[in-house]
């Protein structure tokens, strides 16, 4: 156990050494890499914005339910009841149709059409807050209270919701085909770097394998540089989308002071980046493995 | 410790290396393998170390068929050897200390005990006080000296040479006999293959005479 450690230690040493050792080629790398995780970061942050003002300042989506035109008391009270054990209402307001008649007329300057009727064409009906407003639950909801006895109609304002889970899906999308695509960068990178490696270092490996140097052995270190590389390129990306945000910031500052109000993106948080450096260090480990692996086969007897 | 059993080393293109080859070595042994250059004797000992595989025939060293063994399993078989090649095979980018510290390193010695075998075998060798020096400001010799320093400073059994006087003078040569002849003193196997008849003269070892991949005499 303390020889395994020691051997990681060792290798780890190595590793940082290798990248002092050639410090440009290291931060050229580094910066490759950093870039290359920075773009899809970058949107990803954007989306995480839009998506929680689009949570703040939206309107809540409501549900109504219109009773049919013959209903009883009776009738309303059971719907009411119903409504308020009801798990997933949030709040509800009963609108007797004289005061729903009566709000028509006085919003949509239609009183003389409206006097003309014989009679009033509005339904009773309830206007309904929902605890979840994911489209889907909304739906469900619609769903059910559609089935209530004397519930004539529901009409869900969900389009908004659509749209917006549309639009905030078409961005995941987008960042999971960019994340995929530069991930794939990473692992060329890495394979590159390390096959160069493998080149320049040749005499040493094959006097190493000579020596009785196992495969794990003399691949170690090649994949702590992959993890290395890997972990400084996500701390690169995570440190330039900081940046970008925080100049972007800056400016929107004045400018949403300017309409009195103020707003501020907000910046990855510290499970994010974590999770964007371990992510970062995996692929770059998983790189080294593939080059390491298939560049150091053709020193095995045959 | 070491024995070769009807072992034929063809290699891709068709060229017949070694041909039925059956012989044996004793531990403690030093022994010659001797022919003219193409006879086979680097595949001989190749065979040996598992650095080749034979294409017949089975070669055992220490109870164990290293022909036959998974790639995973060769480096523990390398272990027990010391290596010495006809170029040095030295790591031009270290210095001597690190040079002989390298098989240590991949055996994962403990680094205080490690320090004290690599000075040992670079006092053994007589090159205590160049311990920092590149391998390029080395004499030949001096070299060949480093060379045998980190074959033998994990203590190996068996002690593989390839030619190792061929690009010495004649003074170095004695001095390289008399270095081998001390490990064998001390119960080393050592295996050399060499066509230099001086240093077989002078070492008396036991000579196993290759011609064209046969065993002459």
């Given at each position: ?302 | 410790?070491?024995s070769f059993s009807q072992v034929s ?9 070694l041909k039925s080859v059956v012989l044996e ?32 025939g089975s070669v ?148 196993i ?5 046969r065993i002459?005499?």
């Amino acid at each position: 156990m303390k020889n395994w450690l020691r051997q990681h230690r060792r290798s780890l040493a190595l590793t940082l050494a290798r990248l002092a050792r050639t410090p440009l080629a290291s931060l050229l790398n580094i910066g490759v890499v950093g870039i290359a995780l920075a773009l899809p970061l970058a949107f990803y942050v954007l989306l995480a914005n839009l998506q929680g003002l689009a949570q703040d300042k939206a309107p809540t989506p409501q549900v109504s339910v219109f009773l049919a035109l013959d209903v009883q008391a009776s009738d309303t009270r059971e719907i009411e009841n119903r409504l308020k054990k009801h798990a997933a209402v949030a709040k509800y307001r009963f609108v007797p149709r004289d005061q729903a008649l009566a709000d028509l007329k006085a919003k949509s300057g239609l009183s003389d059409v409206i006097a003309s009727l014989g009679r009033n064409p509005l339904p009773d009906g309830f206007v309904i807050d929902a605890r979840e407003n994911a489209a889907d639950a909304l739906e469900r909801l619609r769903d059910e209270f559609k089935a209530w006895p004397k519930v004539e109609h529901v009409q869900l304002d969900s389009a908004w919701a659509r749209r917006l889970d549309a639009t905030l899906q078409l961005g995941r999308l987008v960042v999971l085909v960019f994340g995929t695509l530069l991930a794939f960068t990473l692992v060329a990178v890495t394979f590159n770097t390390i096959r160069l490696q493998i080149l320049t270092q040749r005499a040493e490996i094959e006097v190493a394998k000579l020596i009785g140097a196992t495969n794990p052995f003399i691949r170690r270190p090649f994949l702590y540089y992959g993890a290395v590389l890997g972990l400084a390129g996500g701390i690169t990306a995570w440190i330039i989308v900081w940046a970008g945000l925080w100049l972007l910031n800056d400016r929107l500052g004045s400018l949403t002071q300017l309409y009195g109000a103020s707003f501020a993106l907000r910046h990855l948080s510290l499970p994010d980046a974590a999770s964007l450096c371990l992510f970062a260090a995996a692929l770059g480990w998983f790189g080294a493995w593939l080059s390491a692996s298939r560049n150091l086969a053709e020193f095995d007897p045959e | 410790m070491i024995s070769f059993s009807q072992v034929s080393k063809r290699y891709a293109g068709g060229f017949d290396a070694l041909k039925s080859v059956v012989l044996e070595i004793q531990p403690g042994e030093m022994v010659f393998i001797t022919g003219h250059s193409g006879a086979g004797k680097s595949t001989l000992l190749k065979l040996m170390c598992a650095i080749e595989r034979p294409t017949s025939g089975s070669v055992v060293v220490n109870g164990q068929n290293v022909g036959t063994l998974r790639a995973s399993a060769i480096p523990f078989v390398r272990r027990n050897f010391g290596l010495m090649f006809q170029d040095s095979k030295l790591l031009y980018d270290r210095n001597v200390y690190q040079n002989v510290m390298l098989p240590l390193d991949i055996i994962g010695y403990d680094a205080a005990d490690a320090a004290k075998r690599v000075r040992a075998a670079l006092d053994k060798v007589g090159m205590l006080g160049k311990e920092k020096a590149l391998p390029v400001t080395l004499s030949g010799g001096e070299q060949q000296r480093l060379a045998i320093a980190r074959a033998i400073v994990h203590r190996p059994s068996i002690l593989l040479a390839d030619e190792p006087t061929a690009n010495l003078d004649a003074a170095y040569a004695v001095e390289l006999g008399e270095l081998l002849r001390s490990f064998n003193q001390v119960g080393v196997t050592v295996v050399i293959a060499t066509h230099d008849e001086q240093l077989a003269a002078r070492l008396q070892p036991r000579r196993i005479a290759l011609s064209q991949g046969r065993i002459s005499a």
